[in-house]
């Protein structure tokens, strides 16, 4: 038999893989309670007991990407971060590129939170400035780190928002030459 907190759990992630499909196939304009309660299978009553407004899904969107987004990045300096003189953007660069490929992005809750409300997005500019941070205090020159995480989160939002002018290829050869760079410094 499954206790409370596992039927809780479980319920939490449907409810966010739900969310996901309805921005991804309607956008964030049409992320409501009633479409992610059809597309999860669950009574808007049931929805409600886990995330009680539309923010709040939204903001464990937020969460759920950016703990994708470091496990991501764990796994990738534990795979390949001896030897690089800058693991961490090394490790970023990674997942700006891992985040283009994701195909129900949950960067575009990103973009949700925005048309929203701009306080949803705290979670994300407190991310990004723990994580340029340590970037910079692991940089030889802590300038050139910044332009290329802005780089890569620049292809990354680009990509995201249909108006990158490069295809697959072209997009995947920049983000070789920013993981090149800062595999050398």
């Known amino acids: 038999m499954i206790d409370n907190r596992t039927r809780s759990h ?37 929805l409600m007991h886990q995330f009680r407004t539309k923010e709040a899904i939204i903001k464990a969107l937020l969460e759920h990407h950016i ?31 891992e985040a283009t490929t994701m195909p ?29 941070a340590l970037l910079r205090s692991e940089a030889e020159d802590p300038d050139e780190a910044m332009m290329k995480w802005f780089a890569g989160k620049g292809i990354l939002f680009c990509s995201l928002l249909g108006i990158n002018p490069l295809d697959d290829e072209g997009v ?7 993981e090149k760079t800062g595999e050398r410094g």
């Open 10 to 46: 479980r319920s939490r992630v449907a409810i966010i893989e739900a969310a996901l499909h309805v921005l991804a196939r309607n956008g964030a304009g049409q992320l409501t309670l009633d479409a992610v309660a059809r597309e999860a299978g669950i009574s808007k009553g049931g």
């Open 67 to 97: 703990t994708y987004i470091e496990t991501f990045q764990k796994d990738y300096l534990l795979e390949n971060g001896d030897g690089l003189p800058q693991p961490e953007l090394s490790a970023e660069i990674a997942g700006d590129r």
């Open 104 to 132: 129900h992005s949950i960067a575009l809750a990103v973009f949700g939170a925005m048309a929203e409300d701009q306080h949803l997005l705290a979670p994300v500019r407190e991310h990004a400035k723990c994580r340029t």
């Open 172 to 178: 995947d050869r920049l983000f070789r030459q920013l």
